[in-house]
């Protein structure tokens, strides 16, 4: 294992390049983590270090790192989580900019050249949010990643509010920026990267877009994020409520729906599925919300949910819903 002071390969000295440090979290990932440090070495981008914080691997990782010689810095201990190796990590990070990047996922398309061209191109940026998209298990293109608006004149911290959805891997942090946020909270478990993204918001820091795709994340049965959604979904409830005091309905409804699918696996009926669908988004907005009370009460009566996903965002009109309620009260009738 090299030591920081010992690492220098891929950190050669070149005022024209930008820095950065890109912070990898890793547990038992042998499966992928040579494609993933790969696709950070084979951009060979000069100004870039490779910090691969490991937590006590047991499956081959630790061999597959002594691999890499010094062109990476690692350490593998015992750690509390991915947030704690986040943390430990970037306080090792000596680059400008940060990033991280899970062992199982990718960077694409040359995203550190991408990104330092737009760095060039904004002086005062502070945080750069990309294009990504979802790879199975395999690393096969499965769809787009939904991506927050960062164009000039959209209200960045609103839009985490509303939405909220970047592709983590994709997004890129001055370590200024960084610091004045407060980093990483490694009292998080799933939402860390939320977390920090909405701090950074509200710290006001100035956001610009790539509109390239330059990260791959991977989904498949068990990541963190597939497995246990309900927990993630409570963290960045918890976040909206420390920091915008409210619950906005994108993620009301994406509990609800998620609460919804596994009482009702069984029901079928498309109109009788909506309107359970909307009875459990009611009621959880009420739960959520009941403690800032005129949102609550008028979000009670203008808020609806999406008829396909919180994400499609097609949402449920009063005068389709009053169908879907007349609809089910005949067909009971006529039972």
């Given at each position: 294992?090299?030591?920081?002071?010992?690492y220098?390969?891929?950190?050669?000295p070149?005022?024209?390049?930008?820095?950065?440090?890109?912070?990898?979290?890793s547990?038992n990932?042998a499966?992928?983590i040579?494609?993933?440090?790969d696709s950070?070495?084979?951009?060979?981008y000069?100004?870039?270090?490779?910090?691969?914080m490991?937590g006590?691997?047991?499956?081959?990782?630790?061999d597959?790192?002594?691999?890499?010689?010094?062109?990476?810095?690692?350490?593998?201990e015992?750690?509390?989580?991915q947030?704690?190796?986040?943390?430990?990590g970037?306080?090792?990070?000596?680059k400008?900019?940060?990033?991280?990047?899970?062992?199982?996922d990718?960077?694409?398309?040359?995203?550190l050249?991408?990104?330092?061209?737009v760095?060039?191109r904004?002086p005062?940026?502070?945080?750069?949010?990309?294009q990504?998209h979802?790879?199975?298990?395999?690393?096969?293109?499965?769809?787009?990643?939904?991506?927050?608006?960062?164009?000039?004149g959209?209200?960045v911290?609103?839009e985490?509010?509303?939405?909220?959805?970047?592709?983590?891997?994709?997004?890129y942090f001055?370590?200024?920026?960084?610091i004045?946020a407060g980093?990483?909270d490694s009292?998080?478990?799933?939402?860390?990267?939320y977390?920090?993204?909405?701090?950074?918001a509200?710290?006001?820091?100035?956001?610009?877009?790539?509109?390239?795709?330059?990260?791959a994340?991977?989904?498949?049965e068990?990541?963190?994020?597939?497995?246990?959604?309900?927990?993630?979904l409570a963290?960045?409830?918890?976040?909206?409520?420390?920091?915008?005091?409210r619950?906005a309905?994108?993620f009301?409804?994406?509990?609800s729906?998620?609460i919804?699918?596994?009482?009702?696996?069984?029901?079928?009926n498309?109109?009788?599925q909506?309107?359970?669908?909307?009875?459990y988004?009611?009621a959880?907005w009420i739960?959520?919300?009941?403690?800032?009370?005129?949102?609550?009460?008028?979000?009670?009566?203008?808020?609806?949910i999406?008829?396909t996903?919180?994400?499609?965002?097609?949402?449920?009109t009063l005068?389709?819903?009053?169908?879907y309620?007349?609809?089910?009260?005949?067909s009971?009738?006529?039972?």
């Amino acid at each position: 294992m090299s030591s920081p002071s010992e690492y220098q390969a891929l950190t050669l000295p070149d005022d024209l390049t930008i820095g950065f440090s890109v912070v990898m979290p890793s547990f038992n990932q042998a499966q992928f983590i040579s494609d993933s440090l790969d696709s950070i070495l084979n951009q060979n981008y000069n100004n870039v270090e490779i910090i691969v914080m490991d937590g006590g691997s047991t499956d081959g990782t630790i061999d597959i790192l002594k691999s890499y010689g010094n062109k990476i810095y690692w350490q593998s201990e015992k750690d509390n989580g991915q947030s704690d190796a986040l943390e430990k990590g970037f306080k090792l990070a000596t680059k400008e900019w940060y990033t991280w990047l899970n062992s199982d996922d990718l960077q694409t398309n040359n995203a550190l050249s991408n990104v330092a061209e737009v760095i060039k191109r904004n002086p005062g940026v502070q945080v750069i949010i990309g294009q990504g998209h979802y790879s199975d298990e395999a690393g096969k293109y499965l769809r787009p990643y939904p991506t927050i608006k960062v164009a000039p004149g959209d209200n960045v911290c609103y839009e985490l509010f509303a939405r909220g959805y970047v592709a983590q891997p994709s997004v890129y942090f001055h370590r200024d920026a960084y610091i004045l946020a407060g980093g990483i909270d490694s009292d998080k478990k799933f939402a860390m990267d939320y977390d920090l993204w909405v701090r950074l918001a509200r710290n006001k820091c100035k956001f610009v877009a790539l509109n390239e795709d330059i990260s791959a994340n991977r989904w498949y049965e068990t990541t963190k994020t597939a497995s246990q959604l309900l927990s993630l979904l409570a963290e960045v409830i918890s976040v909206q409520i420390k920091e915008y005091g409210r619950v906005a309905p994108y993620f009301v409804q994406a509990v609800s729906d998620y609460i919804f699918n596994k009482i009702h696996t069984k029901q079928r009926n498309p109109t009788h599925q909506l309107l359970y669908r909307i009875i459990y988004f009611k009621a959880l907005w009420i739960c959520l919300n009941i403690h800032k009370p005129f949102y609550c009460l008028c979000g009670l009566f203008t808020k609806n949910i999406a008829m396909t996903s919180p994400i499609i965002g097609d949402k449920l009109t009063l005068t389709r819903m009053f169908n879907y309620i007349i609809t089910a009260i005949k067909s009971k009738i006529l039972k």
